[in-house]
């Protein structure tokens, strides 16, 4: 990709003949990525509109709604992505907005590429290509230079083409160009990985929580006090993440925050989170055939309102540097794995300090299974078992991780599942399975939410530690 594409002419030219119409207010995003930005990146050797027909898991390129939440938008405009693995991420913002300049869109887009552990990230209204070093944990007091490695003017595709497409093309991401071009650009110094950030906040709430219920729940028992921190941090990182992917309203525990009595009026939520889920992580009724005990103990503590309000305050736009819309399971389970590993103990004055486990301490450390390794592990297992068989053959399969921490390998054997079927269905014409599959908005096949429910069910994905729980 030496030369300039005709295409990227066209759009150049046009962009420069209308830019005065381009930046009046009346000129939206979803226009300039319709019109300039979709054709822009199809140049670059982008399925931008799934013409291979890949399933939702696999395409290139993903499109984000333009929905804003507070200013923002709730997901990045483009994820451009190999093989389902997310590559780098494009966000866009109409040529009204100085994207050179404007400090909270470079924010935003760093925010989403630090939480995904991206290195590079592309900022664009067309008229300017800023190019961000993603390693580096935002502030939102960042000046929109920060960390910024380069930055295009949309006449400088004329003759600079070749340097932007050697690295952001499709095949220069095959041929390990954008890795390359992305260690050789990007500082180690001033940089902290999210899950590591993450790992200290979530610690440090531990801490504050745990004292606070020591010192106002003086009956507690050291067993109780962990269960109680540990599941309190469980709900509200749920919650937390369910709002950013719209399954829960935006900003429901902020609001929470407006009143005393905070942590009492979190209950009604986790209530509701129990009636609608109906997961072992809301439990608080006894159930007829659920063998495993409900939580009696949450709801009737004591919790400063000031410990939740660091928990709370800290998850929240813009003081969080976390966009969990685009949160990696993966950082996730890493971030659980470490958080397991230590323990509250009570001191004789019921005072709660935080300490590794005696076996994390012999062991030199809590290690976390790499995504890659689990899915080899799932193929060749799961997918083995799978083979020759009809879905009603496959449900009967049950599968146990005897030494489940975070639960990746029932994740991965989950999604898994999940693909085989919808690939099953496909393969022997969807439209013969109504209740297994529907067909959506963009005419792709997937499963219905019952058959999803019903893979999960039948196959009775279940830890060691579950089944131990409920005997």
Known sequence: MNETPQTVVDLITRFLRNL????????????LRQEFLNPFFKALGWDMDNQQGHSERFKEVVHEDSIEV??????PDYCFRIGGKR???????????????????AYQLRRYCW????????LTNFEHFAIYDCRAKPKLSDRAAKARIALY??????????????????????KGEFDRYAESVTTKRGTEEVGNAFLQDIESWRVNLARSIALRNRKLTQPQINFAVQTLIDRIIFLRICEDRKLEPYRQLADLLSKDGVYRRLGDVLRKADYKYN???????????????????????EVDDQALRNIIDGLYYPESPYEFSVFPQEILGQVYEQFLGKVIHLT?????????????????GVFYTPSFVVNHIVEHTVGRLLNGKAPKQAKRIKIVDPTCGSGSFLLGAYSFLLDWHRRWYEAQGP?????????????????????????????????????????
């Open 115 to 122: 939480s995904c552990d991206m290195p590079l990230g592309i």
């Open 348 to 364: 004789a004055s019921h005072q709660a300090r935080v300490e590794d486990k005696p076996e994390v301490r012999k062991a030199g």
């Open 20 to 31: 005065s119409d381009l930046k009046a207010p009346a000129y939206l995003e979803m226009h």
């Open 279 to 301: 997961s072992g992580l809301f439990h608080f009724e006894r159930e007829h055939g659920r063998a495993e005990a409900p939580d009696e103990l949450s709801l009737s503590l």
């Open 153 to 174: 003017k949309f006449p400088d595709f004329l003759t600079g083409w070749a340097p932007f497409a050697a690295v952001f093309s499709r095949d220069a991401v095959l």
């Open 431 to 471: 439209e013969r399975y109504k209740r297994q599959m529907y067909r959506a908005d963009n005419g792709e096949w997937r499963l219905t939410v019952a058959e999803r429910k019903d893979i999960l069910c039948t196959a009775s994905l279940a830890s060691m530690w579950t089944f131990k729980r409920s005997k």
């Open 87 to 105: 590559i780098f991420f494009v966000e866009a913002k109409k040529p009204a907005v100085n994207v050179d300049r404007d400090p909270a869109a």
């Open 70 to 75: 507070e200013g923002r938008s709730k997901a």
